[in-house]
C-alpha cells in the first residue's frame, strides 16, 4: 500500500477516505439523476443505461470510430490547458483477442520517442454489449489526453535526463494523473449532457469504491461476493466490469489505491495553487509544473509544487513593493 500510493496512510484511514468519497459523490449523483428527469433511484437509472439501444455500439468498429472521435474533440483543447504538449503522437485500436476477455475496458501502450514509435488507446471490444456510449469520454480522457499518453509521453522527452527518470512510475502519480485528467472533461467541453455526465460520475464512484474494496479485502476480512455487492450498489457499473475489476483488486494488492489518492493530491495542490497565487493563477503553467519531472512520489511533488508557489508570491510580492516605491 506504501508503495502505491507513496503516502504513509493507514488501511483504515484510506478506507475512511473511500468512504467519504462514495457518500460524495452518491449524493451527486442523485443530484444529476433528479435534474435528468428519470423517474427511479441508482440501480433503476444504471439498468436504463446498461440496457438502451441508444448507448449500444453495433460492432466494434463503431465504437472505435466512436472513441477517435473523441480523441479528435480532445486534442486542440489540450492546449487551453498546458503549456508544454508531447511531441510523440498516438492512435486508438482494439485490445487484441487473445488478451480481452480478462482485460480492462481500456489501457494505455506507451511509445518509444527513439524509434518513433506511437502510443495507443487500446479499447477492449469484447463482450460489445458491456461497452457504452455514455462510459467513453471519461475513459478515453484518462487514457489517452490528457491523460496516460500526454503524462507519460511528456516525460519519456524529458532533455538531460536519465532513462529512468523517463521511464519510472508511481502508480499514485501516473494514475492518480490519469483521473485528475477525467476532472478536466467539463473544461474542455465533455460531459455535456447528464449520461456522459453520469459515465464521469460512475467513473469517480468506481475509483472511490476501490479504496473501500482493497482496503476491505485485504485488511479487514471483506469476501469476494461481499465486495462484488458494494461495487453493484454504488457504481452503475456493466457486471462485466464489476467481476473483472473485483478480481483484479483481490489479485494485486494495493494497485487499485494509487487512482483516488492520487487525483485528491492534484485536487488539493491545484485549490491551493489558486488559492495562494493572489490572482495570478496560470493554470497551463501550473499543469506544466506537475510533469515536468516526470512521475514522483505524492510526498516530492507537493514539496515542489509549494516551493514553487511560494517562489512566485515572492516574485510578484518584489515587484509589487517595486512598483510602490516607483
Do not use: C
Not at 442523485?30 to 435534474?35: E, K, M, N, T, V
Not at 440496457?51 to 465504437?63: G, I, N, V, Y
Not at 469476501?223 to 475489476?245: C, H, W
Amino acid at each position: 500500500m506504501k508503495w502505491h500510493t507513496t503516502t504513509n496512510l493507514t488501511p483504515s484511514e484510506i478506507h475512511q477516505i473511500g468512504l467519504d468519497q462514495v457518500k460524495e459523490i452518491r449524493a451527486q449523483i442523485d443530484q444529476l439523476i433528479a435534474q435528468s428527469g428519470f423517474k427511479g433511484g441508482l440501480s433503476e437509472f444504471a439498468k436504463f443505461l446498461n440496457t438502451d439501444a441508444r448507448f449500444k455500439f453495433s460492432s466494434a468498429d463503431e465504437l472505435l470510430a466512436y472513441v477517435r472521435d473523441i480523441a479528435k474533440r480532445a486534442d486542440p483543447q489540450t492546449a487551453h490547458l498546458f503549456g508544454t504538449l508531447p511531441r510523440l503522437p498516438y492512435g486508438v485500436r482494439a485490445v487484441p483477442d487473445a488478451i480481452a476477455p480478462s482485460q480492462s475496458e481500456a489501457y494505455y501502450e506507451q511509445g518509444t520517442p527513439e524509434a518513433g514509435r506511437p502510443g495507443y488507446v487500446n479499447i477492449n471490444t469484447y463482450s460489445l454489449a458491456s461497452r457504452q456510449k455514455w462510459d467513453m469520454e471519461d475513459l478515453f480522457l484518462h487514457e489517452g489526453v490528457p491523460g496516460h499518453h500526454l503524462q507519460i509521453a511528456l516525460a519519456q522527452e524529458l532533455p538531460d535526463r536519465p532513462a529512468f527518470r523517463k521511464n519510472l512510475g508511481y502508480t499514485a502519480f501516473t494514475e492518480g494523473w490519469g483521473l485528475y485528467a477525467e476532472s478536466l472533461g467539463e473544461e474542455m467541453g465533455f460531459y455535456a449532457d447528464p449520461y456522459s455526465k453520469f459515465g464521469y460520475l460512475s467513473g469517480q464512484m468506481w475509483r472511490a469504491v476501490r479504496l473501500v474494496l482493497d482496503t476491505g479485502i485485504h485488511s479487514m476480512g471483506w469476501t469476494r461476493d461481499q465486495a462484488l455487492q458494494y461495487f453493484r450498489d454504488n457504481t452503475g457499473q456493466p457486471e462485466q466490469n464489476v467481476v473483472s475489476e473485483t478480481d483484479r483488486y483481490i489479485v494485486w494488492p494495493g494497485q487499485a489505491l494509487g487512482y483516488k489518492i492520487g487525483q485528491l493530491k492534484f485536487l488539493e495542490l491545484r485549490r491551493r495553487a489558486q488559492a495562494e497565487s493572489r490572482g495570478q493563477f496560470d493554470i497551463r503553467r501550473f499543469h506544466d509544473s506537475l510533469l515536468d519531472e516526470g512521475a514522483l512520489p505524492l510526498t516530492i511533488l507537493e514539496q515542489r509544487v509549494n516551493n514553487r508557489v511560494a517562489g512566485t508570491n515572492r516574485v510578484a510580492g518584489e515587484a509589487a513593493r517595486q512598483g510602490s516605491a516607483n
